[in-house]
């Protein structure tokens, strides 16, 4: 029985071991389940097998390359082909705009689900965590925005520079409808100025609070004014008259800035490539950046054309990365946590409505974050009520599977979660570990269930007599499976 | 012999005490904290509506004199508010005037943190001000079911820190508790945050797995908020005599009003005021209104100026909401003068947030409030004494 007492000592050692040199020479099956559940999404044992053996160098690259050419799978849903909507208020009355506001929450839903989807099947699923990322970092909400459109439009963005240049992506956000429509870019005119979207360019998306004076807020909302968003093709429009040319002085330096120059003289400030390097350290390192590294990420990230990969490669070969004191110290957002246990027990599913349902009921709707600073993340993801729905997903998956069709001749498990059927070849997954769906593990066996499902080891020690699938949803109810 | 709290309670019952304190101990009491979301509009709140600065400022936001609901010659409520109007009456209703802190910091994320934490503008705290009370005496006195239910999607707010749980659906939350299993220990700070957020989740379900003797008769509003009213009257009437859950953070937004501000606010206030109602029809029926106290609370106000939009941006100082059986009706406090705004147009506060949490620290828990908030704030008169 694994006591609490033995976690502590076993993290504080971890801890200590941090000292050394961390990088493997090879890569271990549990490196890299580290790699590519931090890189992705929790992965399957199939999906381990191929990288194991390689240098961490060569698999960092493969990720890196792999994950900057990858497109879509399915294509997206067919509205977003469509002509785009009729804004709510050219709508003729109140029965109109009800159904329009019916029809915006099913295409948002469609397009979550979508996304999800390629979630699950993405052969890169890196691409996929980047998009999320930026999706968070520039956190836009259809609640506002009001055109599921649009939001797919912003969507393509955040996957067009992924792992690209940060301040390419940083101008075409700024030109971005949705943006525009999201922070009030829109109504922002020479004679009445909306800081709305200056201010949260400076504190949360280049260069975070402290680095930056009020004054610098309004002389950049000056530089930002004239643009619009046509709604009738939802293309962002710049009208030179409602545009302040006048002198304005920004971090200083007085020029007559425009929504390019101002854009660039932000990310010319000190503060700006740290700002961006930390906030990938705690998406895919740890909740406390190293500042050696970090610096060394940020100098990386200017000299080469404020690339992402630059950035991400340094922090993805560095010892920090690799120490032990490192794995399972991150919480599985709600999305990671579905996509990644269906991706992590290979589950097929024929239906991904209840998986779009549960990340909003676990407080991250895609296309709907909570506010502009995004998804807080990390311990806020787990409160009383989350922590419960987050458990009873995975025992409503193994019940499901349990007591389902049965076992079928090639052992295969079927059942049903809500509208959806879900199967598992729980023969084909637990073989490769030496399990069976019908015995009980012995220590050894026990050991390597544990390493394919857990980041840490399993606080509640899995009670004897424990067989098969059983076995399988007792660890995804171990706190430690809330971890990456 | 050795005096017990309720003993001496009991005696100060005798010798005239308010009857808000005879009908509990300190620990029975109840703290509803309801934060207005986004940054509520003030101005447009408690409404100075025979300043004539306000109806120049707000060319097409100002409300007209004929539509305030009057509290005096000079201040009246917005007209959505009515339903709050008998318990003006009453003299329940309690209105904090002109309430903010030096040096604002205009961010939603950084101003609720200082709300919350009860910090000086460049401070930076990690617990909520209520953990703090909890730390400062208030948790050694009673055995708590848990010391702070959250009902809704924010987070935990003042409560960060505390024994709290947050909660979407009181049934929900009992039936799966099964789920969990209490251990405390440490490895990683995120491990030990789940171990404890499961034990938290324990304790709780234990102490709500009684339902009340018999449901409600008070009807509540739909709606998140209304049903956030109704498990929160639902929870401290199932707890009689059960040490209970001591603070409730309800949420209710987003007031973040930059353009076409009139319906919208309208549309809150009136979720306000109802669901405010129904708290009240809701605890009086379980007995516990005159133990309870309500407090309105929010990152800002807004700016004092209507922008081109027909909103409003972010602010500083706003008026906010206190009511219960245990307060003392009234205005309290100054109203920001209109004419003269700070450096960034803004509303200059004429009391700190903090002297209202001082005056629950010291008046309503009796534990030091310089151990909830740093620095010496006089209290508020808005208890009854």
Same mark, same amino acid.
């Given at each position: 029985?694994?006591?609490?007492?033995?976690?502590?000592?076993?993290?504080?050692?971890?801890?200590? @071991?941090?000292? @050394?040199?961390?990088?493997p020479e090879r890569l271990s099956e549990a490196d890299v389940r580290h790699l590519?559940?931090?890189?992705?999404?929790? #992965?399957?044992?199939?999906?381990?097998?191929?990288?194991v053996g390689m240098t961490p160098a060569a698999a960092v690259d493969r990720l890196l390359a792999q994950a900057e050419v990858a497109t879509p799978r399915h294509p997206a849903p067919a509205f977003t082909a469509e002509p785009v909507h009729v804004p709510y208020g050219q709508l003729p009355d109140e029965a109109a705009r009800r159904q329009a506001r019916v029809r915006d929450r099913a295409?948002?839903?469609? &397009?979550s689900t979508w996304w999800l989807v390629e979630m699950r099947e993405s052969p890169t699923p890196l691409t996929e965590r980047m998009t999320l990322f930026w999706h968070n970092h520039f956190a836009t909400s259809e609640q506002k925005v009001r055109q599921p459109q649009g939001m797919y439009v912003q969507h393509l963005l955040f996957r067009r520079y992924a792992l690209g240049s940060f301040r390419d992506l940083l101008q075409a956000v700024a030109r971005d409808p949705a943006m525009l429509v999201w922070l009030d870019g829109g109504s922002n005119r020479a004679k009445a100025p909306n800081e709305n979207f200056a201010r949260?360019?400076?504190? &949360?998306?280049?260069?975070?609070?402290?680095? =930056?004076?009020?004054?610098?807020?309004?002389?950049?909302?000056?530089?930002?004014?004239?643009?619009g968003v046509r709604r009738t093709d939802w293309q962002a429009t710049f009208q030179p008259r409602q545009f302040d040319t006048g002198p304005k002085t920004l971090f200083g330096v007085t020029a007559r800035y425009d929504m390019g120059s101002a854009l660039d003289h932000i990310l010319a400030q000190p503060a700006s490539a740290r700002f961006i390097v930390d906030k990938l350290w705690r998406e895919f390192v740890s909740p406390t950046p190293d500042l050696r590294v970090a610096g060394r990420a940020a100098a990386e990230l200017r000299a080469n054309g404020w690339r992402t990969s630059a950035a991400l490669r340094v922090l993805l070969l560095s010892d920090p990365f690799w120490a032990p004191a490192t794995r399972g110290v991150l919480v599985k957002s709600p999305v990671e946590l579905a996509v990644g246990t269906l991706r992590q027990f290979d589950l097929a599913l024929d239906d991904f409505g209840p998986v779009e349902a549960l990340t909003g009921r676990l407080g991250q709707d895609l296309f709907q974050p909570p506010n502009v600073k995004g998804?807080?993340? =990390?311990?806020?993801?787990?409160?009383?009520?989350?922590?419960l729905e987050r458990k009873r997903f995975t025992e409503r998956v193994f019940l499901a599977l349990e007591n389902g069709a049965g076992m079928m001749a090639d052992g295969a498990r079927r059942g049903r979660l809500g509208p959806a059927r879900v199967a598992f070849d729980a023969g084909g997954w637990l073989r490769p570990l030496g399990a069976w769906p019908d015995r009980e593990p012995d220590a050894a066996t026990a050991s390597r269930l544990q390493a394919a499902v857990? #980041?840490? #080891?399993?606080?509640?020690?899995?009670?004897?007599?424990?067989? @098969?699938?059983? =076995? &399988?949803?007792?660890?995804?109810?171990?706190?430690? =499976?809330?971890?990456? | 012999m050795k005096l017990h709290r309720r003993h001496l309670l009991s005696l100060a019952a005798c010798a005239g005490l308010p009857g808000w304190a005879r009908a509990a101990s300190v620990v029975d009491r109840v703290?509803?904290?309801?934060?207005?979301?986004?940054?509520?509009?003030?101005?447009?709140?408690?409404?100075?509506?025979?300043?004539?600065?306000?109806?120049?400022?707000? %060319?097409?936001?100002?409300l007209k004199p004929d539509v305030v609901l009057p509290l005096d010659e000079k201040v009246g409520l917005h007209p959505a508010l009515a339903p709050l109007m008998p318990l003006w009456a009453q003299?329940? +209703?309690?209105?904090?005037?002109?309430?903010?802190? %030096?040096?604002?910091? +205009?961010?939603?994320?950084?101003?609720?943190e200082i709300w919350d934490s009860a910090s000086a503008s460049d401070e930076y705290l990690d617990d909520g001000w209520v953990a703090r009370a909890m730390a400062a005496g208030l948790r050694d006195r009673a055995h708590f079911t848990t010391e702070g239910v959250a009902l809704g999607s924010a987070g935990p707010g003042a409560l960060r820190g505390a024994r709290a749980v947050a909660i979407g659906n009181v049934d929900a939350f009992v039936a799966q508790s099964r789920l969990v299993r209490s251990v405390d220990g440490g490895g990683s700070p995120a491990l030990a945050h789940v171990l404890r957020v499961e034990s938290d989740v324990m304790k709780a379900a234990d102490g709500l797995r009684t339902p009340p003797a018999t449901p409600l008769a008070t009807e509540f509003p739909a709606g998140a908020f209304g049903q956030a009213v109704r498990a929160t009257c639902r929870i401290v009437a199932g707890q009689a005599g059960q040490g209970g859950v001591p603070v409730f953070h309800l949420s209710l937004g987003s007031f973040d009003t930059h353009q076409q501000q009139a319906g919208t606010h309208a549309g809150l206030l009136k979720q306000l005021a109802e669901g405010l109602v129904a708290l009240r029809a809701g605890l009086v029926e379980a007995g516990a209104w005159d133990r309870t106290l309500v407090l309105t609370y929010s990152e800002f106000g807004r700016r004092a100026r209507e922008n081109q939009s027909r909103g409003t941006d972010h602010g500083t100082a706003s008026s906010h909401f206190a009511l219960g059986g245990a307060v003392k009706g009234g205005l309290i406090g100054t109203m920001p003068e209109l004419e003269r705004l700070d450096a960034t147009q803004n509303l200059v506060h004429t009391s700190d947030f903090r002297q209202v949490y001082a005056t629950i620290a010291r008046q309503w828990w009796g534990v030091p409030p310089e151990k909830v908030i740093r620095g010496r704030f006089d209290p508020l008169p808005f208890l009854r004494a």
């Open positions: 029985m694994i006591s609490v007492r033995f976690l502590v000592g076993w993290w504080l050692a971890m801890l200590l @071991g941090v000292a @050394g040199a961390q990088v590519l559940g931090r890189t992705g999404f929790a #992965p399957s044992p199939a999906e381990v097998a191929p990288w295409d948002t839903r469609a &397009l949260e360019v400076m504190e &949360l998306f280049a260069l975070g609070e402290g680095h =930056y004076t009020e004054a610098d807020v309004r002389e950049a909302a000056r530089a930002f004014s004239g643009w998804w807080t993340g =990390y311990t806020a993801w787990i409160d009383g009520a989350t922590l857990l #980041p840490v #080891p399993p606080v509640n020690p899995v009670p004897a007599g424990t067989v @098969g699938l059983p =076995y &399988l949803r007792a660890m995804t109810l171990d706190p430690a =499976y809330q971890l990456k | 703290l509803v904290l309801v934060e207005l979301k986004g940054g509520n509009d003030g101005l447009n709140t408690v409404v100075p509506y025979a300043d004539p600065a306000y109806a120049a400022l707000r %060319p097409t936001l100002a003299g329940e +209703l309690a209105v904090l005037q002109g309430l903010g802190y %030096p040096s604002p910091n +205009l961010s939603h994320f950084r101003s609720i």
